[in-house]
């Protein structure tokens, strides 16, 4: 009998070892492919049947929270909460969206382990909690302030585009709003299905209203990149504020036959100042053609051309210049019409932001950021974002030759017509009117302006673009069309902005 049970016992050890190893095997080894299983559907319900922390603009209005179901409104929704964007369309692009059958998107994503309070500083902090029911949700706080993203949204009128501003010291983005855009409460009801449609739709609409298209897309910039190449120029020693250049309507550069002009075909020419103010096209085709391939790329590098730019939303992509070194050797002419923004030069709304920082900022270019800092339940700090330098294309001597062209645009060139601040303040910008259409084709332009003030000491820059799919924006130029948008932001930031 004893050695029956003996046998017994050791089949029934033998048995629980095989249980333990594969009760741990499921648990420790595979729990992250039972997470993602679509057929475990138990995380998703405990997340939904759990209260989600919000995420907080500069000036205190919650963009994102979780309310309670309307169960009288809502009798068959199975779950207890439900998320919440309380100013719609606002800043869907940077809060993005939770959602029930569709994942998670832009903030949403990045930090849903904060939000849902299982970030493990989070679970230590509050172990005492873990099984009492209590709140252990943190909440995301941001750079970003509601008053001047309804500026953003304001000024761009419908029109589509993206307007961009940020504090040049730090790389604080203060708005940051692109039209098309969308609701997220209409993704993330419950109602798979309407949620699902409304996503197609979206996906489906040609204006891309999904994209953030401030800083996951990028655009012609026309003369606004003049001031780029202007500052390649000056670091080299090809350019100053003494050089000059001859008037002129035409000009044939190497390895072509057909001619560059300047904008509305105009005679242009003079000291630099001049030309730059006026915006003449030829003289920053002949500076490009000057510093030439290579010293052209190794500047625009400095600027982070062809890199992604390092932001702490998803997608975010690189501005590029549409060629390389090597590429550009046997195409002087391509290397010309890329220098004052034409070609295949494609900019990020964002990038040109942090462009017109660095001339702010004595040429340093900081990283932009729309995260000022991460919350316990309890509102503690768990991580707050420190300013760090991104890039320092240029020298504050160049810095401050540019900050000086650029207050000649204001006061004397193409934004004279609509950049006159409050109270008298001293803005400093540069325009651009970026021509899509081929030469005898309709016209097509994108409305570009980047600028920054109070001149002297900078507190704000903006970018603005707005796209040329129609007449009304095709017919126009940066300063008369995007010029009104910089200014409204400015003022309204600059009111608000120590």
Request: glycine letters at 8%; proline letters at 6%.
């Amino acid at each position: 009998m004893n050695v029956r049970i003996r046998h017994l016992a050791v089949v029934f050890i033998v048995l629980y070892a095989v249980l333990f190893v594969q009760l741990n095997r499921w648990q420790v080894f595979g729990r992250d492919a039972l997470v993602s299983d679509p057929r475990n559907n138990r995380v998703t319900i405990r997340s939904f049947n759990a209260t989600r922390g919000p995420i907080v603009t500069a000036d205190g209005v919650a963009i994102a929270n979780t309310v309670k179901v309307d169960t009288v409104a809502h009798p068959n929704d199975r779950f207890q909460f439900q998320r919440n964007y309380p100013t719609g369309d606002l800043f869907a692009n940077i809060s993005g969206y939770y959602t029930l059958g569709f994942g998670a998107t832009q903030l949403e994503r990045v930090y849903t382990d904060i939000l849902a309070g299982s970030d493990p500083r989070q679970q230590v902090n509050n172990v005492g909690d873990l099984f009492s029911g209590a709140d252990l949700s943190g909440s995301v706080h941001l750079t970003v302030r509601n008053d001047l993203q309804n500026v953003a949204k304001q000024a761009l009128a419908d029109r589509e585009g993206s307007a961009v501003v940020l504090d040049p010291r730090t790389g604080a983005v203060l708005a940051m709003y692109s039209n098309p855009t969308f609701d997220p409460n209409e993704v993330a009801q419950h109602n798979s299905t309407a949620a699902g449609a409304v996503l197609t739709a979206l996906q489906d609409d040609p204006r891309k209203p999904l994209l953030a298209n401030a800083y996951q897309e990028r655009y012609m910039p026309g003369s606004a990149f003049k001031v780029l190449t202007t500052s390649i120029g000056i670091e080299a020693g090809v350019l100053n504020m003494l050089s000059t250049f001859p008037n002129a309507g035409k000009w044939v550069p190497p390895n072509t036959d057909n001619p560059i002009q300047n904008y509305g075909k105009k005679i242009c020419g003079g000291d630099l100042a001049e030309v730059f103010r006026r915006s003449c096209n030829i003289p920053f085709a002949q500076t490009a053609v000057m510093l030439g391939p290579q010293v052209m790329s190794d500047g625009l590098a400095k600027f982070g051309m062809e890199t992604t730019i390092p932001f702490d939303l998803p997608g975010a992509t690189a501005s590029t210049f549409g060629g390389t070194a090597e590429s550009f050797a046997d195409s002087l002419a391509l290397l010309a019409i890329h220098g004052f923004g034409q070609g295949s030069v494609q900019m990020v709304p964002l990038h040109m932001a942090a462009i017109a920082g660095a001339v702010a900022n004595g040429g340093v270019m900081m990283t932009p950021h729309v995260v000022a800092d991460t919350r316990t339940h309890d509102d503690v700090v768990l991580n707050r974002t420190q300013p760090t330098t991104w890039m320092t294309p240029m020298t504050p001597a160049t810095a401050s030759t540019l900050t000086q062209l650029m207050i000649g645009v204001v006061n004397d060139g193409t934004a004279s017509c609509c950049l006159k601040l409050q109270n008298g303040v001293q803005a400093a910008a540069k325009t651009g009117t970026a021509q899509l259409n081929a030469e005898g084709k309709k016209q097509r332009s994108h409305a570009w302006i980047i600028a920054f003030a109070p001149a002297a000491a900078p507190r704000v820059a903006v970018a603005v673009m707005l796209k040329g799919v129609n007449d009304t924006i095709s017919a126009g130029t940066g300063g008369k069309l995007a010029g009104p948008v910089a200014q409204a932001l400015l003022n309204a930031a600059l009111r608000v902005i120590p």
